[in-house]
């Protein structure tokens, strides 16, 4: 009897580690499978757009650069892919300007009322961005205002969060202590803000750009409303294309979307890490 009493806690102990590893194992099996499902659309994606034929087909029945010719050759999506990134520079860089003046005064001037601000900051992001298009669609039937005009304040509106939360992680960053510092050496507040602040903030500030960059390429709903005649967005010649024909050239365009959108998350990552700027 006692040499089975001295056993048990030895046999405890050893079913413990094989506990944990049998719960490690499941948790990484579950994970995995979520990549997988989340990945694997991406991928199809990626090799369709490859595929010679005209079918939308997986796996592709061999390899092709064709629909990636025809993008390029296509005066419509060339076109919508310009002026996509011209309003996606436009858009992204209001936005960075406005979410910093605002970040910059939530952290700096607001002490008990901050939490308010920064909620308020950031409703673009909980109300859906369609009821945002309708009202700026209703606001421009009232006032004589260029579609063009309507188009980037909604999309700097959509923008604007992103800029103002990235901004803020990166501001609360720098230690304030140094800017009083600079304003004890007779600079004024303009000068302290020019040469400490935004120096020391430039990765977040930029990475905020690039962030609101992707969010305004990527729109639908405010272009799909508000967009007129020369002023057709990437997104919405791919939807306008799709009512039509359904070729593999959908899948070498998104395929791009994807390279450049990776690309500049990458370079997001690389400056201050997406988590900050994903704080919203």
């Given at each position: 009897?006692?040499?089975?009493?001295?056993?048990?806690?030895?046999?405890?102990?050893?079913?413990?580690?094989?506990?944990?590893?049998?719960?490690?194992?499941?948790?990484g099996t579950a994970v995995t499978a979520i990549y997988v499902f989340l990945l694997v659309p991406i991928l199809i994606i990626v090799f369709s757009s490859f595929n010679p034929t005209q079918a939308n087909t997986f796996p592709p029945e061999g390899f092709s650069?064709?629909?990636?010719?025809?993008?390029?050759?296509?005066?419509?999506?060339?076109?919508?892919?310009?002026?996509?990134?011209?309003?996606?520079?436009?858009?992204?860089?209001?936005?960075?300007?406005?979410?910093?003046?605002?970040?910059?005064?939530?952290?700096?001037?607001?002490?008990?009322?901050?939490?308010?601000?920064?909620?308020?900051?950031?409703?673009?992001?909980?109300?859906?961005?369609?009821?945002?298009?309708?009202?700026?669609?209703?606001?421009?039937?009232?006032?004589?205002?260029?579609e063009l005009g309507g188009l980037i304040v909604g999309h700097t509106i959509i923008c604007l969060p992103f800029t103002v939360a990235g901004i803020i992680a990166s501001l609360e960053g720098v230690d304030h202590q140094l800017e009083l510092a600079a304003y004890?050496?007779?600079?004024?507040?303009?000068?302290?803000?020019?040469?400490?602040?935004?120096?020391?903030?430039?990765?977040?500030?930029?990475?905020?750009?690039?962030?609101?960059?992707?969010?305004?390429?990527?729109?639908?709903?405010?272009?799909?409303?508000?967009?007129?005649?020369?002023?057709?967005?990437?997104?919405?010649?791919?939807?306008?294309?799709?009512?039509?024909?359904?070729?593999?050239?959908?899948?070498?365009?998104?395929?791009?979307?994807?390279?450049?959108?990776?690309?500049?998350?990458?370079?997001?990552?690389?400056?201050?890490?997406?988590?900050?700027?994903?704080?919203?």
């Amino acid at each position: 009897m006692a040499m089975q009493a001295a056993t048990l806690p030895t046999v405890s102990r050893r079913a413990v580690p094989r506990r944990r590893y049998l719960s490690r194992l499941a948790l990484g099996t579950a994970v995995t499978a979520i990549y997988v499902f989340l990945l694997v659309p991406i991928l199809i994606i990626v090799f369709s757009s490859f595929n010679p034929t005209q079918a939308n087909t997986f796996p592709p029945e061999g390899f092709s650069l064709r629909w990636y010719r025809d993008f390029f050759d296509s005066s419509g999506f060339v076109n919508a892919f310009r002026f996509s990134v011209v309003l996606g520079l436009i858009a992204s860089f209001l936005a960075t300007v406005i979410g910093f003046l605002t970040a910059y005064g939530l952290v700096r001037f607001m002490k008990r009322g901050r939490e308010i601000g920064q909620s308020l900051a950031m409703l673009p992001v909980m109300i859906p961005h369609i009821l945002i298009s309708i009202s700026l669609l209703l606001l421009l039937t009232i006032l004589p205002f260029p579609e063009l005009g309507g188009l980037i304040v909604g999309h700097t509106i959509i923008c604007l969060p992103f800029t103002v939360a990235g901004i803020i992680a990166s501001l609360e960053g720098v230690d304030h202590q140094l800017e009083l510092a600079a304003y004890t050496l007779g600079a004024s507040r303009l000068r302290v803000l020019w040469e400490v602040t935004i120096p020391l903030t430039a990765p977040g500030i930029l990475s905020a750009l690039i962030f609101a960059f992707i969010i305004s390429f990527g729109d639908v709903y405010i272009a799909l409303f508000l967009s007129g005649p020369g002023m057709t967005t990437l997104p919405i010649e791919i939807f306008s294309y799709m009512q039509w024909e359904s070729t593999p050239v959908i899948a070498a365009i998104t395929s791009i979307q994807i390279v450049l959108i990776v690309v500049l998350g990458l370079v997001i990552e690389r400056l201050v890490g997406l988590r900050h700027v994903l704080r919203v």
